[in-house]
Structures are given as structure tokens and as C-alpha cells.
Nanobody, 126 residues
Framework: QVQLVESGGGLVQAGGSLRLSCAAS????????MGWFRQAPGKEREFAAA????????HYVDSVKGRFTISIDNAKNTVYLQMNNLKPEDTAVYYC???????????????????WGQGTQVTVSS
């Protein structure tokens, strides 16, 4: 079992920044990749970014490229999502997820991830 806990969400003005954290516990050695997904009101959950356990592989959805950066600190079993130049359309609940399967390219689909956090709200005002 793997437990994931997100933090760092909040309310920010457009153009601002936030850093989300996702702390993993339990059988963390079984994790190959970590992803961030987001779900806006009335919309389906969508992929945002992913990183391999080694940090050597990353992948972003086009809408966040150049603004978001995913990183991993294996000593702390924590994945981060640095979000800069935030836009109102980034408003969503952000979820982190763990993929236990060796998979390249990194997973971008919900069913490719085995464990999920409870989510953290990000609200960007215009």
C-alpha cells in the first residue's frame, strides 16, 4: 500500500505562483512514476505532469509547459509541482498519483496510476 498526501493549494491571483507537495508513505520503493492530475468543476480529471522515480523523465500537458515544473525529492519521498504564471483556467482540485508499473513514456491516463491522494484545491482569481 502507498499513501499520498497533497498540500500547498490555496487562492492566488492570476500571474502568481504556488508550489504543491505530495508526500508518499508506505511501500514507496514500489513506485516507478508520480503524476499530478487536476479536475476543474464540471470537468473530467485530466493529466498535468509526471515524473519518474529517478527524476530523469518528465512529461507535461501542453497547457502547462513552460509554467509548471515537476520535481522529486527521494530522500523525503515527496513530489513537488511548482506552478508559475497561474491562470484562472488552472483552477481545479489537484491530485497526485503513484504508478507502480515500469512505464515509458510516463503514464498520462488515470487508469495507469494505482494510488491517489485526496486532492488539494487551487483557485486562481482574475
Amino acid at each position: 500500500q502507498v499513501q499520498l498526501v497533497e498540500s500547498g493549494g490555496g487562492l492566488v491571483q492570476a500571474g502568481g505562483s504556488l508550489r504543491l507537495s505530495c508526500a508518499a508513505s508506505g511501500r514507496t520503493s514500489s513506485i516507478f512514476g508520480m503524476g499530478w492530475f487536476r479536475q476543474a468543476p464540471g470537468k473530467e480529471r485530466e493529466f498535468a505532469a509526471a515524473i519518474s522515480r529517478s527524476g530523469g523523465e518528465t512529461h507535461y500537458v501542453d497547457s502547462v509547459k513552460g509554467r509548471f515544473t515537476i520535481s522529486i525529492d527521494n530522500a523525503k519521498n515527496t513530489v513537488y509541482l511548482q506552478m508559475n504564471n497561474l491562470k484562472p483556467e488552472d483552477t481545479a482540485v489537484y491530485y497526485c498519483a503513484a504508478d507502480l508499473t515500469y512505464r515509458l513514456p510516463l503514464g498520462v491516463r488515470l487508469y495507469e496510476y494505482h494510488y491517489w491522494g485526496q486532492g488539494t484545491q487551487v483557485t486562481v482569481s482574475s
